[in-house]
């Protein structure tokens, strides 16, 4: 764990994922300290980039996007930035890391169909640099984005039990 988080910054977060819309007044009063601690707490893990965002999560495929994919990109030397740079522009990335391994990138990419999906692989095979994909079309999600359980893993080591 970071020297930087301690037992309390993890009970703020536990809260903040498993109540998110409750509140820095109603974790205070959960926690049993003052408002201005927990407030303070929550900006210094924004500034360290514990906490990235705060805001609704917004599933795709309720707006239309049910097909998912991810698409590994195979790039030319050097246009790593570039290509990033393009790839922002194409609404349908929804998350892009650069990977060490096969190919060079590794793309979340949504779509409104498999028809879809081909034309967003086609505006992407586009961008100069891009030199192949490869895709894996999701059938259906196993397991969702999760944070809770490492925080979990953490407040018991934080914790001794």
Do not use: F
């Not at 967003?120 to 999701?138: D, F, K, M």
């Not at 999760?146 to 001794?160: A, I, K």
């Amino acid at each position: 764990m970071r020297n930087d988080v301690d037992p309390l910054d993890l009970r703020i977060l536990l809260l903040a994922v498993e109540q998110p819309r409750a509140g820095v007044r109603e974790y205070a009063r959960q926690l049993q300290v003052a408002r201005g601690t927990v407030q303070a707490r929550l900006d210094k893990l924004r500034r360290l980039n514990v906490v990235s965002q705060w805001g609704p999560e917004i599933d795709p495929a309720a707006l239309g996007y049910t097909t998912k994919a991810y698409v590994r990109i195979s790039l030319s030397q050097g246009v790593l930035d570039d290509v990033t740079a393009r790839l922002r522009k194409i609404p349908e990335v929804i998350e892009a890391d650069s990977t060490a391994g096969d190919s060079d990138m590794l793309c979340v990419v949504v779509a409104r169909g498999p028809e879809n999906l081909e034309e967003v692989i086609q505006r992407i095979l586009t961008v100069p640099g891009v030199q192949r994909t490869r895709s894996e079309t999701v059938l259906r999600q196993r397991i969702s984005r999760r944070v809770h359980p490492l925080l979990e893993g953490l407040r018991r080591e934080s914790t001794g039990g």
